[in-house]
Each structure stands twice: as C-alpha cells, then as structure tokens.
C-alpha cells in the first residue's frame, strides 16, 4: 500500500519559516516525479513546487514563491522536503506532497500518490 505522510507544518508568525517533511512508503519513491500543492481555504489547489525524479534534481517553481521556497529530496529517506522561509499571511494553507510518473509537471492531474496535506498557518 503506498502512502504518504507529510510533518512539520504548524503556526508560525509573518517572516518566520517552516519545514515540511513527506515521506513514502510502499513504492520505489526515486522513480518518481515529486512536488507540492497547496489549498488555502475557500480556493482552489495550487501547485508550489515540483522536483525531478532524474540524477540531476532539476526544481521548478511557482513564479509567486521563487526565492522563498525551496523543495529538495532524499531518495535513501524516501523524502521530500519544503522549505519555506520569508512567510507571509498569505501562505497560509493545507499543503500536499504528491509523487507521479510525469516530471515536472504543474497540474494536480499528473499526480498518483498524495499525502493527507498538513496545515501551516502564517500569523500577522
């Protein structure tokens, strides 16, 4: 059965920082694509970050969150990460991990596996 599981989210104050953690299971997680959504309430699921599933880590970036958000993964942990520095109100969100075949890719649609989404609140 694959899961995954994300950690770290939690209530911080504006300018502050976060790291979200998810890890697989029950898959041959360095195959896979990975990135992160987010949902804020009352909107639609947006992506944040994507990484490749190549030797090469290439990242990509939601245009909005370049510069303060840096995704990165550690394939012998089964786990992808999101650091999130510089936060703002407006970060706030349910966040979702999601592993896929297609990489790089921005669309929720090319994702297979997700986590359960963990919830980060940015204070002003």
């Known amino acids: 059965q694959v899961q995954l599981v994300e950690y770290g989210g939690g209530l911080v104050q504006a300018g502050g920082s976060l790291r979200l953690s998810c890890t697989a299971s029950g898959l041959t997680f360095s195959i896979y694509a990975a990135a992160w959504f987010r949902q804020a309430p009352g909107k639609e699921r947006e992506f944040v970050a994507a990484?490749?599933?190549?030797?090469?880590?290439?990242?990509y970036y939601a245009d909005s969150l370049k510069g303060r958000f840096t995704i990165s993964r550690d394939n012998a942990k089964n786990t992808v990460y999101l650091q999130m520095n510089m936060l703002k109100p407006e970060d706030t969100a349910v966040y979702y991990c999601a592993a896929g075949v297609a990489d790089m890719s921005t669309r929720a649609r090319d994702y297979v596996y997700w986590g359960q989404g963990t919830q980060a609140t940015v204070s002003s």
């Open positions: 990484i490749s599933s190549r030797i090469s880590g290439d990242t």
